[in-house]
Structures are given as C-alpha cells and as structure tokens.
C-alpha cells in the first residue's frame, strides 16, 4: 500500500492549487481525479475582475487577492513551463444612464481608481458593438487559461506518480482514526 500524507479528491482548479501547495511545502500527496470535459473548471471562463459590477467598486479584499494571485500564478508559470496567466484588461459596457453616472462616481474614488479607468470610452467600439452609454474600462484583470494550467499540472502529477486517474468510488474509501485509505493508498490526511 502506497503511503502520502494527503489524498485530494479532484483536480479541478481547487485541488491543483492545494495540492501544489502542498507538494511545495514537503508534503506528499495523491490526487484521485478523471478527467470530464464539462466539469466547473474546464468550462470557466477563467476570468478574473477586480471590480464588483452591480456595486461598481473594486471588489472586497482585492487589494490583498490579487497581487497575491498574481505573484503565485506568475511563479507556477515558470515552475510549470507553460503560459496560461494573461493580464489584460476588460470593457464593462455601461447600461444606462444611471450606470454611467455611478462609473464616473466610483472610478473618481481613490480606493477605486487602481481598477477602475476614470475615462468613459464612447459610442462605437470595436467591430461595431454599439452602446450609447460607453463602455468603463477594468484595469488589472484578465484571464487564467485553466485547461492550459489543470491539463499541465495533470501531466506533473501523472509523472511524479501522485494522481489516480479515475471517477472517485465512495465504496473504495476507508476512514478510520488513523488514516483514510482508498484503493491501495493510504494518507494520514
């Protein structure tokens, strides 16, 4: 029986980060995972935005979120040898009136200005999208190619033999004060 101090049910983005975290930290750990092409992290968007939309302000604890992830992900990059963290920014199409008044209020806020452009782009964007209000511009956003990263990580943990390539069997899985075992794994957590 192959013994790691950690058996992940999942390698979505959830169980990628802890068990990277993981890894980097000493521990050992043992993934249990098969692949579904529609399952939450494959289909995401991966989009990540610093500014709340119904409330037009940043959003809470970003200012500690996001230099955060972007430091880990821009590490986990190199590690990895793969690109798939894209920082761009993005265009909130403003509704009505109202929306671009609180766009022009809210992007005027100094704890709001590190996300929010202060200048309302107008009219016509491009390839003709047309929208009479303008549109605010979202800074320090961008996207997180999750298939890029979760298909790259797969691969590291298929060769460091610490993923089971299969649906999670609840009828495998043994839970006793000292340990949790399933298949021929052991983990003390």
Known sequence: MKKVDFLIVGQGIAGTV???QLKNQGFSVCVVDK???NSASRIAAG???PVAYRKLKRAEFVDFLLPYMKDYYQKLEIELGTSFFNPM???KLLTDIEELNNWQIQSGNATNAPYMSGEVLKADFHNGILNPYGAGQVLQSGIVKLPELLDTWKTYLKKNESLLDEKFDYEKLIVSDES???ADMEASK
Do not use: D
Request: aromatic share 20%; glycine share 0%; proline share 0%.
């Open 35 to 37: 692949i579904k092409a």
């Open 18 to 20: 802890i068990s990277h």
């Open 180 to 182: 949790i075992q399933y």
């Open 47 to 49: 989009v990540y935005n």
């Open 89 to 91: 920014s993005f265009l």
